[in-house]
């Protein structure tokens, strides 16, 4: 690639300030050094380059199509990033006939590669049901044993999202079971070293989602002392913990409260999300329907799956049902309010997962006492949820990325004309959204949430796709397809 559109490319990728598939509470600082890592191992593989290039190849076009010829016309013009993906996956095939399970970094630079082509497969535009994604290598790599550094383990992390995101309007699953059951046990870490200016080491290496004590104890491979012997300060000072807390501002205290009471919230909220895949599994796009063994089959696993929902309902952290004015009785206002806002964006996310398995499974019936509770949680929670104030006209406020699809869900089941509307505003909204690539580190109160470049990519096309979705619904008194109406529409399916 010419170094000009390379440069171009990199200083494009420079200005997403939202992590990919807009991962929820990873912080500014840990998706930046996460950048970092990516263009630093793009100019020491090749293969890391021709991944992170066709990614951002596709990221740069413009998505604001709305019609069937702009998404032809951008379907065309696809040419260059479908070039560099094929020769990303062909490195890929490449490097791995090598003896790269021995070489710590190059297993790096493999899921740094696969995490990739991940992200192209579920932003990419999809006309047949084409998977371009290399699942076999994918599982080859992810499954493989030895120690990962510290990016490598966010990456891990963040695939649970990308699989999840991939089965919205019937796309197919990324990851296999085997996969997907390494992934699952990563789950994000809200580290302290994201609220203070203390700087990670790039290659802490270990087997466990998080770094420990027990870690200290194990022996580092020849490659992690490539840069300096045993008894040398360089090779031993990552090692040690440091005494220092870095935090020089009420903000950053006020924050790493925040992240501590967040982490067993999150990891609630990560482990609803998995359903997502579980549901989808039950569509007519994922398996044969609507025969009598068929249903029979769909109705027995889905129930089950409600059961677990439920489950997992109970075993939510007591600290979610507290509202902003009790809450505020033990923390600051400002964490207390922003603690409520999230909490309230993990709960929809949480209920709209009722609302989505009554629309696969009872797909001719009118919803249950389940569903239509879940409808009334949801628009609640929504109402509450974390997101930017627009100011001008009131207290607007633009919805979390992270509710792009719940707000398409709520939006096609729900029975309120005016709700429905208010859901079309909100996915349209955040594809106007004006993207913000600075960051306002002043100030004493936790820091407001802008909306930033790469955030909301498809919410337009998603507003026109609800809308058409509800017209639809309303004159034939029945569900609609939106895969298939996706397809009418823009002439490919894509998603939220």
């Known amino acids: 690639m010419k170094s000009q559109r390379s440069n171009f490319l990199l200083s494009y990728f420079r200005k997403i300030t939202q992590p990919p598939a807009s991962i929820l509470i990873t912080g500014v600082r840990k998706w930046r050094r ?17 991944a992170l290039f066709a990614i951002i190849e596709l990221l740069a076009k413009d998505d604001q199509s709305v019609s069937r010829a702009d998404t032809i016309d951008s ?14 996956r062909k490195e890929v095939e490449v490097m791995m006939s090598k003896e790269w ?52 383990r966010q990456l891990l992390q963040w695939f649970n999202t990308l699989d999840s995101k991939a089965s919205h309007l019937g796309g197919q ?13 990563h789950h994000t870490q809200i580290n302290a070293n994201d609220s203070s200016d203390e700087k990670p080491s790039d290659d802490e290496r270990t087997n466990n989602p998080v770094f420990t004590p027990q870690d200290q104890n194990s022996s580092p491979s020849a490659t992690d002392l490539s840069s300096g012997s045993p008894q040398s300060p360089t090779a031993t000072s990552s090692l040690v913990p440091s005494t220092s807390n870095g ?39 994922h398996r044969s329907r609507f025969t009598v063994k068929d249903e029979y089959e769909v109705v027995i696993a889905c129930k089950q799956l409600e059961l677990s929902l439920l489950h997992l309902w109970r075993q939510r952290p007591q600290i979610i049902r507290l509202s902003s004015t009790q809450l505020r009785e033990i923390v600051c206002a400002d964490v207390a309010s922003r603690l409520e806002a ?9 209920w709209v997962l009722f609302v989505y398995l009554h629309r696969v499974v009872w797909w001719h019936l009118p919803h249950s006492e389940t569903a239509g509770h879940a409808l009334q949680e949801t628009w609640r929670h929504l109402q509450r949820s974390f997101g930017e104030v627009v100011e001008g ?9 992270a509710l792009l699809w719940p707000l398409f869900m709520f939006g096609s089941e729900c029975e309120d004309a005016e709700r429905r509307k208010w859901a079309v505003e909100q996915l ?55 895969k298939e109406l996706s397809m009418e529409l823009f002439g490919c399916h894509f998603s939220i």
């Open 34 to 50: 996460l950048q970092k890592h990516f263009t630093k191992l793009s100019h020491q593989h090749r293969v890391v380059a021709s």
């Open 75 to 88: 379907l065309k013009s696809m040419g260059p990033a479908l070039k560099l993906h094929e020769a990303a």
């Open 101 to 152: 399970q021995r070489a710590s970094s190059a297993r790096d630079a493999l899921l740094a590669s696969i995490f990739l082509l991940a992200w192209f497969e579920v932003v990419r535009d999809q006309i047949h049901d084409q998977k371009l994604f290399p699942g076999q290598l994918a599982e080859e790599i992810i499954t493989s044993s030895g120690p990962w550094n510290r990016y490598s």
């Open 173 to 185: 699953h990324l990851l296999s079971q085997r996969a997907l059951q390494v992934v699952s046990e």
């Open 247 to 285: 935090l020089r501002s009420l903000r950053q205290m006020k924050t790493v409260l925040l992240n501590t009471v967040l982490q067993p919230a999150l990891d609630w909220y990560q482990s609803t999300q998995a359903y997502c895949r579980h549901i989808s599994s039950h569509d007519r796009h």
């Open 342 to 350: 999230i909490f309230s964006l993990y709960m929809a996310s949480f």
């Open 393 to 401: 006209g009131g207290e607007k406020k633009v919805v979390h990325p």
């Open 428 to 482: 349209l909204a955040l594809g106007n959204a004006s993207a913000v690539v600075g960051y306002d580190e002043e100030g004493e109160s936790l820091p407001p949430f802008r909306l930033s470049l790469g955030a909301t990519r498809n919410a337009k096309r998603a507003a026109v796709l609800l809308e058409e979705l509800i017209e639809r619904q309303s004159a034939r008194k029945c569900r609609v397809d939106d």
